[in-house]
Nanobody, 127 residues
């Protein structure tokens, strides 16, 4: 089982950028697809981005496509979410998750079907 810890959240002005990190423990990190999700105040959790185990395949929600980039370093056991051109509607708690599935499938399968979740990191975008 992999354990996940997110970091990098904070307060940023609209139009700014931020990079989130998700550090994983365990020697099997490279066997997992990794995804980022978010939950905005008063809303349901939603998919943001995912990467295949190798990083060779990625998948994004339409709302972040072209602004966010997911990447991973299987040596450092870390997945990143680089966020550019942030908007107030990007304000949310961001969670990373691991699953033995594909990057695209992480956008659609139920959250409890994934193998691990982090505790979340808060991103606040001011207007």
């Amino acid at each position: 089982q992999v354990q996940l810890v997110e970091s990098g959240g904070g307060l940023v002005q609209a139009g700014g950028s931020l990079r989130l990190s998700c550090a994983a423990s365990g020697r099997t990190f490279s066997s997992y697809a990794m995804g980022w999700f978010r939950r905005a105040p008063g809303k349901e959790r939603e998919f943001v981005a995912a990467s295949s185990w190798s990083g060779g395949s990625t998948y994004y929600a339409n709302s972040v496509k072209g602004r966010f980039t997911i990447s991973r370093d299987n040596v450092k056991n870390t997945v990143y979410l680089q966020m550019y051109s942030l908007k107030p509607e990007d304000t949310a708690v961001y969670y990373c998750a691991a699953g033995k599935t594909t990057a695209q499938a992480m956008a659609f399968i139920p959250g409890d079907a994934l193998d691990a979740w982090g505790q979340g990191t808060l991103v606040t975008v001011s207007s």
